[in-house]
């Protein structure tokens, strides 16, 4: 091969790498910056919707960030991260949640559900739908300690002292329209999952949470509605 090709093909060979470096595209290898925001991590009965409320969030976005595809249905222990959240926040738990999540569907059918007053006392409130004056349940005072009964067979759903102003807390469902509700208690004798006998003994009266003194608050819930527990006890 001549001098002359030697150089021809020399020179092409830098022209050819001096257009390829001037059209050379650049991969970004470099990753996206990360969004603010914190991790909350989802204690016992607290709910998508009440965690979004408290943080302020959207709750189909947040849904959609943790790949969350029913949103009713977060676990205990799951990490839910927070868009735009510069701090945890303490997410309340109430009992309209509690009473929502529970999924127990149970199979006992009663012809008429008699609710037997759970504690022996002077009737201290009453049950009152007026605004100014409302109050969901009636309160039965008795000394502290004194032992109080399940007033229907069910199943305990709540068990705890995380809802506010309630103290120590029971609620057992007996069917899937009716609950009932135990507060300000001493202590509670049963855990959550149990089966409860109707006048099974299950916590002690006393004066926890927002109580003037110690008294038993009893509500009857129908479809997660109160109702004036004083249509059914017996």
């Known amino acids: 091969m001549s001098n002359n090709i030697l150089w021809v093909l020399f020179f092409s060979a830098i022209f050819l790498a001096q257009g390829c470096a001037r059209h050379r595209v650049t991969i970004e290898t470099k990753p996206p910056q990360a969004r603010s925001g914190v991790y909350h991590v989802v204690e016992k009965h607290q709910t998508l919707y009440r965690i979004c409320k408290t943080y302020g969030v959207d709750i189909k976005e947040v849904a959609s960030i943790n790949g ?6 977060i676990q205990t ?10 701090r945890r926040r303490k997410v309340e738990v109430y009992i309209d949640d509690v009473v929502m999540e529970s ?5 006992v059918v009663y012809r008429k559900l008699d609710f037997i007053w759970p504690v022996e006392g002077k009737m ?3 049950f009152n739908e007026t605004e100014d004056r409302r109050h969901t349940g009636i309160d039965i005072s008795a000394p502290i300690g004194t032992p109080f009964r399940a007033s229907h067979s069910g199943r305990v759903i709540y068990s705890g002292n995380t809802i506010r102003g309630y103290g120590n807390l029971l609620i057992i469902r007996h069917s899937e329209e009716y609950v009932s509700i135990y507060a300000h208690n001493q202590v509670n004798l049963v855990d959550e999952g149990e089966w409860i006998e109707r006048g099974q003994v299950i916590g002690k009266v006393g004066q926890t949470g927002r109580a003037s003194g110690p008294h038993l608050h009893f509500e009857i819930r129908r479809n997660n509605r109160a109702i004036d527990p004083l249509l059914f006890l017996k």
Request: charged share 40%.
């Open 68 to 73: 969350i595809m029913d949103q009713s249905r």
């Open 77 to 86: 222990g799951q990490r839910v991260f927070i868009p735009g959240a510069k």
């Open 103 to 107: 999924v127990e569907k149970e199979k």
């Open 124 to 126: 201290s409130d009453v």
